[in-house]
């Protein structure tokens, strides 16, 4: 799914109406209808409702859902804020169309005063209309009045297509108190940029997409660098095992993880790779780890270090299809001369994860000289040792795009919608996971699910946006039958089968 900015979601409006041959006011009945469905759906019988309407389109929308719940016999009132004079075009069609008994007790705000006076009384369910995407700078006035009013009201918010007052295609951090607080989002069609950056969580908690019947060809003329990834998009990319094959047709791995007192990184990344499709495993480390992974993964091959406490050798690397580095392995000088001949030397598909990148943030040198299509999965934190601190996340952003692009690397910023960056400048940003990841030993499974597709024997690039929604889509089903309080990294890794399953099944009857 494309993410598109505010003017391409206006060239999709129009060609949708010139394509289907409708009119603007019947897209926007459209949109009304679908949105009046959900919000019905969120309802119970006696809840009053508060539909707060600007002057534009986003407005026009709002008069029309509040008309729409006032016929299914809803309790309904409208207030209109008139910060500007006149009405758009459809917005006044529908301001004309709401019933007569709408309009006696519709309430218009014109001044900062009539915003102080309103009343919003608690277990109001406010509907939140005012502006829409083309909003460019801070609200003022009446209508940050009224912003005011809403944020500091007990009631629900819900915001058609996008909180007033929020920038979609660039950071609001600097004025959020002038942004209304939505807890859901109605976003139309496609999922906006600024919802998926943790500056905008106060203000985009939740956001479902609505699909409104945009012209699908018009979607895919406009050009985008950001994509959603989807069950559907990930689906497609599995590729089933053939019946003639044996464990080498699947690939060897070489995991070069942990050191003493983090045998725990090595033996969930080791476990993660196996589940995720590798023919083979050897894993590189120290005896502690290597008695501690023979007890857990009797499953995984396995070398030891010379060393008892840290890695600090591998002979050849020719065997690997693929090589992961970083769990654990701590940053002792030697195993950071290790990583350094791991690069210079690697034939196969490399992914650095955890304190790989640590060593790489302390010999920025060696980024130049990163095999074509290195996977690399920071944290925030850890991307911030290799780049330098941001200041927003849309900062941040280009920041990784510009980090990909220049070390021809794929870059995993990961974090809640995790950000996969190309080479090429694309990002495709992660549907799944939840709280429950924030735990140690996340990363650790992730680079081994990542590591067990690239051995399996996909792209780098494809391994990337696989591994990375199966990791949270496992966390998800964990969610779904435990506390995400108490979801442990062991407890996702025990729901990758699932997980691939079910994307299996989904691949098999778009197939069919």
Known sequence: MKILSATQLKTVDALTIERQQITSIDLMERVATICTEKISSLLTEDTAVLVFCGMGNNGGDGLAI????????????????????????????????????LKKTLITIRTEN???????????????????????????????????????????????????????????????DTCIRADLVLSLQLPKLAYLFPENKTIVPHFECMDIGLDQQALLEQQSAYYFAEQQDISALL????????????????????????????????????????????????KQTIDALSY?????????????????????LSPYRAIGFGPGVGTATETQQLLKSVIQRAQGKLIIDADGLNILAENKTWLEFLPKDTILTPHPKEFERLTGPSDTHFDRLQKARAFAARYACILILKDTYTHVCMPDGSVVFNATGNPGLAKGGSGDCLTGIILGLLTRGYTPPQAALIGTFVHGFAADLCSETMSQ??????????????????????????RN
């Open 66 to 101: 509040a008309r729409l719940l006032f016929e299914q016999g809803r309790m309904i009132q409208v207030v209109v804020v008139r910060h500007t004079e006149n009405f758009s075009e459809d917005a006044h069609v529908n301001f004309d169309r709401l019933p007569e008994s």
């Open 114 to 176: 009539d915003a102080d006076q309103l009343q919003i009384k608690e277990n109001t369910r406010v509907i939140d209309a005012l502006l829409g995407t083309g909003t460019n700078k801070p609200m003022t006035g009446v209508l940050k009045a009224i912003t005011h009013k809403i944020n500091h009201s007990p009631c629900t918010v819900i915001s058609i297509d996008v909180p007033s007052g929020l920038m979609i295609d660039s950071s609001s951090v600097a004025f959020q």
């Open 239 to 286: 590729v089933p095992r053939s019946k003639f094959s044996h464990k080498g047709t699947y690939g060897h791995s070489l995991l070069l993880a942990g050191s003493n007192g983090t045998s725990g990184a090595a033996v969930i990344a080791a476990e993660a790779c196996l589940r995720s499709g590798a023919g083979l495993l050897t894993v590189h480390s120290t």
């Open 296 to 316: 857990r993964l009797p499953e995984a091959m396995s070398q030891t270090d010379a060393h008892d406490s840290f890695i600090t050798f591998c002979d050849n």
């Open 485 to 510: 309080e108490s979801l442990l990294i062991t407890d996702v890794i025990r729901q990758l089968p699932v997980a691939f399953k079910q994307l299996e099944q989904i691949n098999k009857s778009f």
